[in-house]
């Protein structure tokens, strides 16, 4: 009889981006003349910058010929992309990182997907709530967080980031072997000072865990105390992976491009704690389950890293961030309490009222689509969380009518929270 991993009956039944999208094409269905302006998932709008587009049709015709066309690629990665990320995105900011250590991929979504097969089910693993539910929803797919009640599984730890602790988490009070940080966060925005994360690093040092350190929304970093990656803390090295992405610096979300950092001293244990590289069992899953990124998405990314390209990427992250501002300000003007978009695309708000209920009214009432807070956890049950990609005139129009119709909004909200049947 074929039987099912019954881990996935745990999950919600929607992934949050699809249950969002659900919602808002019934609405276009509702409302056909409507003119939606979608600021809920992080996906770029604005094309991609010129180097990598001259990088991908100077690449595209190498494949059209027989002297330089290529079929399968290194797993880890092209050695021309590896280099250039090792020097440019490590060394070259005091980070000790070779290009064997990095693993070329599709995408940070995935990589950090997998990357907790490696480990054992009875592992305890804590994430920051409000998270990026990627982190959890995978660990249940895998058995390994207990049964749900309230929205909460039973053997995850939950690292509470809310305004009392401005967002920043405490150390876990009992033992945990895997932590997932990501900063700037998504979803609330904020940052991480070296000096927090040293703490992380000397926690996984003394508890023998391991960090799987999201970075993909670095590149927003504008403050330069700030680390861009966990291997600028000393001993990092041994106790965290990092996570980066092409997608939200380049504008890659529809081309595809990140890599994962697996230091060789980075280790994890086996039976009577021998240690073991996780770079090699790294490399053994992705060399069986992976077949590397196309060689002309390779040249893209690497042509991100030429003097052209990162000063278009950097005109990209000032585009979107001057959208930040403009949204931050906007409901700083109506009396919210805002993180975020400074350092990072994403503003997070409290809205202190059920976040779906302020979804739908938002929608309703204008049009303009937010993520709902409690899609990250359940300390986001009244926060939203709103994202700086878009069009810059779209987004100016979205505010405007946020501004336009508060009043209403707030009317809808309480119409609704008295007629709801729970
Ligand atoms: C988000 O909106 O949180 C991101 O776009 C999701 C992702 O990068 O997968």
Redesign the pocket.
């Known amino acids: 009889m074929i039987t099912l991993n019954m881990g996935y009956k745990r999950l919600d039944p929607a992934y949050l ?1 699809s249950n969002i999208a659900e919602r808002v094409n019934q609405y276009e269905h509702s409302h056909p003349k409507a003119k939606i302006i979608k600021l809920g ?3 770029v709008t604005e094309p991609l910058p010129d180097a990598c587009i001259k990088a991908l049709h100077k690449s595209v015709d190498e494949m059209a010929s027989k002297k330089t066309f290529k079929g399968y690629g290194p797993e880890q990665g092209y050695p021309f992309l590896r280099d250039v990320i090792a020097e440019k995105d490590y060394q070259q900011r005091g980070a000790n990182i070779s290009s064997d250590e990095i693993f070329v991929s599709d995408g940070t ?1 995935c990589d950090i997907a997998n990357f907790q097969e490696l480990f054992s089910n009875d592992i305890k693993i804590a994430v920051m709530d409000p998270v ?1 539910p990627v982190y959890i929803d995978t660990n249940v797919m895998a058995g390994r967080t207990g049964v749900s009640y309230l929205g909460r599984f039973s053997s995850i730890t939950y690292l509470e980031c809310t305004p009392e602790n401005n967002y920043m988490p405490d150390l876990p009070t009992s033992p945990v072997d895997l932590i997932y940080l990501c900063y700037p966060n ?2 609330t925005g904020q940052i991480i000072t070296k000096k927090e994360l040293e703490k992380w690093v000397q926690y996984a040092h003394e508890n023998q865990a391991l960090i799987l350190y999201d970075a ?1 929304y670095e590149s927003f970093i504008q403050d330069p105390e700030l680390p861009h990656s966990i291997y600028e803390i000393p001993d990092a090295r041994r106790v965290a992976v990092e996570f980066r992405s092409f ?1 939200k610096s380049a504008g890659f979300t529809g081309l595809r491009c990140a890599y994962t950092v697996v230091p060789d001293n980075c280790r994890a244990y086996g039976v009577n704690e021998s240690s073991y590289t996780l770079r090699s069992f790294w490399n053994r899953r992705q060399t069986t389950k992976f077949n590397g990124v196309s060689y002309p998405v390779q040249c893209a990314a690497h042509a991100v890293y030429s003097d052209e390209g990162q000063s278009q990427v950097k005109s990209l992250i000032d585009y979107y961030l001057k959208n930040a501002a403009v949204i931050r300000e906007a409901f700083l003007s109506m009396g919210y309490q805002c993180t975020g978009g400074d350092n990072s695309p994403y503003i997070w708000i409290n809205v202190k009222t059920d976040s779906w209920t302020f979804f739908d009214s938002l929608l309703n009432k204008t049009g303009v689509v937010c ?1 709902p807070g409690i899609g990250f956890g359940n300390c986001g049950k009244t926060f939203i969380r709103i ?1 700086a990609f878009n069009d810059y005139h779209a987004v100016l129009e979205a505010v405007e009518r946020i501004k336009q119709s508060h009043d209403i909004i707030l009317e809808d909200i309480e119409y609704q929270s008295k007629n709801k049947t729970y």
Do not use: H, L, R
């Open positions: 981006f998932i992080g996906d979504k990026y998504n979803p993909a997608s993520t994202s």
